[in-house]
């Protein structure tokens, strides 16, 4: 039966694919029909196949989406034209959302997609090491800054599906007894404030990313639907298994690995964002990883993958987004005859 919806949603996405395809190079102010308005019942039941693909046993797979565009000038501003098989969209500017992106929101959940947001602990330190910077030490208290900056970002989950958090923090295993309650003093205020969110919104998803392994208290990883994994650093498959090892201490859950890989560059002479090797993308090589993986095995599950950057696979590739097809293509193959 899994095949078979999966077979039917794949015939219709090839359809649907190839009438939307053709507006990618048409003057915004010609109006074409939709596949939803040129076949609303076959549309209707393409949708009711991908939301129930998506509620089935397969490799998930999250994007971050670049929405600091707030007057849509092309079909690349607008996360309805990522391909329909991500299953979480995570926007990089949650704040003040337009009405194109309320309704572009609602056209996801339609899809069975969840729209996200990530909080980046690490970011909000950067911001307040740079405040610290331009007001000559007088700055606020790095803990109270943090509080208020948790308090404000998370108050954002009211127009989300859930929230991203991105702790990498520091390894603790070589602090001294005071660097160490500090540490777990600032930690204990990022984790007690996400915990009373989700005990507070136990009906959104929440998702943990960075460096698990630098947790001194890793309950919180407990409530998390995946663990994303950064692999910025990583050059070939022998790395990556080492990084996911490394991350997998002591508390901290197997069964639902994320690796987060980036697309290539918007500037096509940057041959070191979203590479290997400078023909190597690291996207497919990713996704191949993970879509070989036994539990059994390796003692964890690679559960799917992570896409930085995705809209830059939109513009690289002629608004096809290519590289991302194929990657999910790897991990949820279409079944064959």
Not at 90 to 118: C, Q, R, W
Not at 133 to 157: H, I, R
Not at 225 to 235: A, E, G, M, Q, Y
Not at 262 to 273: I, L, V
Request: hydrophobic content about 35%; proline content about 4%.
């Amino acid at each position: 039966m899994k095949n078979i919806i999966k077979s039917a949603l794949g015939v219709f996405l090839m359809g649907s694919l190839t009438m939307v395809s053709c507006t990618d190079v048409e003057s915004l102010d010609i109006n074409r029909p939709t596949a939803q308005e040129q076949n609303p019942e076959a549309y209707a039941n393409y949708l009711q196949n991908l939301r129930n693909y998506k509620n089935a046993e397969h490799k998930i797979v999250y994007a971050w989406f670049d929405n600091s565009t707030k007057v849509p000038a092309s079909p690349a501003h607008h996360m309805t034209n990522i391909p329909d098989s991500v299953d979480i969209v995570s926007l990089m500017y949650p704040e003040a959302l337009a009405d194109f992106e309320k309704s572009d929101i609602e056209t996801m959940h339609n899809k069975g997609s969840k729209v996200v947001y990530t909080i980046s602990y690490d970011d909000i330190k950067t911001a307040w090491e740079d405040q610290q910077a331009n007001s000559d030490g007088e700055g606020t208290e790095f803990n109270t800054y943090l509080q208020a900056e948790l308090d404000k970002q998370l108050a954002y989950s009211t127009s989300f599906d859930g929230v991203i958090v991105e702790f990498i923090g520091q390894d603790p295993t070589f602090m001294n007894t005071d660097e160490k309650e500090a540490y777990a003093t600032t930690q204990n205020i990022v984790l007690n404030a996400v915990k009373s969110w989700k005990s507070a919104n136990e009906n959104k998803m929440l998702t943990w990313q960075g460096k698990p392994q630098n947790l001194i208290d890793k309950t919180i990883l407990n409530d998390c639907s995946h663990i994303i994994l950064d692999i910025d650093k990583v050059t070939d498959t022998n790395q990556l298994l080492l990084t996911v090892k490394s991350a997998l201490a002591d508390g901290v859950p197997t069964d639902n690995i994320v690796i987060a890989v980036s697309t290539t560059g918007a500037d096509t002479s940057d041959k070191k964002t979203g590479y290997w090797d400078t023909d190597v993308r690291a996207l497919g090589e990713v996704a191949h990883w993970v879509a070989a993986g036994y539990p059994e095995a390796d003692g964890f599950t690679r559960a799917g993958i992570a896409i930085y950057n995705v809209q830059n696979d939109y513009y690289a590739t002629g608004g096809t987004y290519t590289y991302v097809k194929e990657a999910i293509n790897i991990l949820n193959p279409a079944p064959t005859k």
